[in-house]
């Protein structure tokens, strides 16, 4: 078997054509069955709750927060949490084995899969401007629209990456579920998903600063707003380095996730 073995170094080609296969299958998998789309199906009525909260509060100059957060919580739900089970949905079906022996690198594969769910959940952004458009009569406006595509391909990337995360963390984690249902709120807090994390008490900053949806929540909101980006090459590397910290925390889990199923015989038994 030369799928998952430690001593197997694929190539730079069966990485990517390994990727690609985990893209296209997660796809045919997702095609017809909904499930896969419930964030995308909550998006447009959050967008309608908050910008029409906004509206009634006569402060339609927080409209675009109304439209940003649940295109950021979309995509979130999408990666972190739909994205984040698919080790454990092989699992549990009993092909986790047969994906492990197949000749591919395992790591790309499962990479591919979640990316295919990240950029899907971007579909997010699209229903939330235009409920957004379709309550207040005006898009909201992107004044750096180089800024705002750069910050979202970057968030793509690092929800992607901490998406392996929380799929290894399902499989060591028998109440992963339960630690998944507590997460969300704290990390949109923290996030700034709606609320910029300058206006929270102060000792909230530390931790929000290592959460890089602080980062990419900020930069979007910046980018929507005519004055100038400040510290934009900082603040892009920071949430590139968060990014890269997510992938390097996903291959350390990863390694020492199936060497553990292994070593116990748990491979298709939670």
Do not use: K
């Not at 008490?201 to 979007?220: I, Q």
């Not at 510290?231 to 892009?236: A, G, S, V, Y």
């Amino acid at each position: 078997m030369r799928g998952a073995d430690a001593g197997w170094n694929p190539t730079f080609a069966e990485v990517v054509r390994a990727f690609a296969v985990g893209a296209s299958s997660q796809v045919r998998q997702m095609r017809g069955n909904p499930d896969w789309f419930l964030a995308m199906f909550t998006a447009p009525l959050l967008t309608a709750v908050f910008v029409t909260i906004f509206l009634a509060a006569d402060r339609g100059d927080l409209t675009a927060y109304g439209v940003l957060a649940p295109a950021l919580i979309c995509l979130f739900q999408m990666s972190l949490q739909t994205a984040g089970e698919l080790i454990s949905r092989e699992r549990e079906n009993g092909s986790l084995e047969a994906l492990l022996a197949a000749p591919v690198p395992f790591a790309a594969l499962l990479m591919g899969r979640i990316a295919a769910v990240t950029a899907i959940s971007m579909v997010g952004f699209a229903e939330s401007w235009l409920v957004g458009w379709v309550l207040t009569g005006t898009p909201v406006p992107i004044a750096h629209p180089e800024v705002f595509a750069v910050t979202v391909a970057l968030t793509a990337v690092a929800m992607t990456g901490w998406a392996g995360v929380m799929s290894c963390v399902f499989v060591l984690a028998r109440s992963a579920r339960t630690f998944q249902n507590s997460l969300s709120y704290p990390f949109y807090l923290l996030g700034g998903v709606l609320v910029p994390v300058a206006l929270l008490p102060a000792w909230a900053e530390v931790p929000s600063r290592l959460v890089f949806l602080s980062w990419s929540s900020d930069l979007l909101r910046d980018a929507l707003t005519a004055e100038p980006v400040l510290d934009l090459p900082l603040r892009l590397a920071a949430l590139a380095v968060l990014a890269g910290a997510g992938y390097a925390l996903t291959a350390v889990l990863l390694s020492r996730t199936l060497r553990r199923v292994r070593a116990t015989g748990r491979l298709t038994h939670a």
